[in-house]
């Protein structure tokens, strides 16, 4: 057997993670395109329940306004993560014993994602900047509306930052809740 699904359905076994989830395991695209280590997912429920209710009346709502979400990423391991934070994708350095909220676990060790990242489906970030601006910004404000916040609300740099828009804008996690709380065991809305 392929040694990488092999790995593949060990992790999925041992994460006890959905039948039909759809996983990615390394080494798998990232975000600029190059393969990665790891374990990443797309798949809603591989997200923590309470923030998955809130997710998906986000989608709705944006649905309704004309901008289908597509999800690019939402539990991912250790090692992806890790991988991540080396390419300056991420801030959050598992090496240093941080943990973050695409990584987060149940107290048995199943992903319980408690961010998502996503697109706009069927748009082009590089063709369509300034739309996918009021998309960024739409995203944010009807986020908010659920108890959740995005990157877009966070320091303005690099590609976005001309239109007053965080440098993860994509990026969506729960409102008002820390890193720091989440790595203490805590969760939102319990």
Do not use: C
């Not at 306004?65 to 959050?92: C, H, M, T, W």
């Not at 739409?138 to 590609?159: E, M, N, P």
């Amino acid at each position: 057997m392929n040694p990488w699904k092999l790995a593949a359905a060990f992790t999925t076994s041992l994460l006890g993670l959905y039948v039909g989830t759809k996983m990615v395991m390394g080494p798998t695209l990232a975000h600029d395109g190059s393969e990665g280590p790891g374990l990443s997912t797309v798949d809603r429920n591989s997200l923590y329940p309470p923030f998955r209710a809130r997710f998906e009346l986000v989608e709705a709502e944006m649905e309704a306004l004309g901008y289908p979400l597509e999800i690019r990423g939402a539990y991912r391991d250790s090692v992806r993560q890790q991988y991540y934070f080396n390419k300056r994708y991420s801030q959050i350095d598992p090496s240093a014993g941080m943990v973050g909220m695409h990584t987060a676990t149940s107290a048995l060790g199943t992903p319980e994602a408690l961010a998502v990242d996503v697109n706009w489906k069927g748009h082009n970030v590089n063709k369509e900047e300034g739309a996918y601006a009021q998309f960024f910004i739409t995203l944010l404000a009807v986020s908010r509306k659920h108890g959740l916040t995005t990157g877009a609300a966070w320091s303005q740099r690099g590609r976005w930052a001309k239109y007053g828009i965080g440098w993860d804008p994509g990026h969506i996690e729960p409102r008002g809740f820390t890193t720091a709380q989440l790595r203490k065991g805590a969760r939102p809305w319990v």
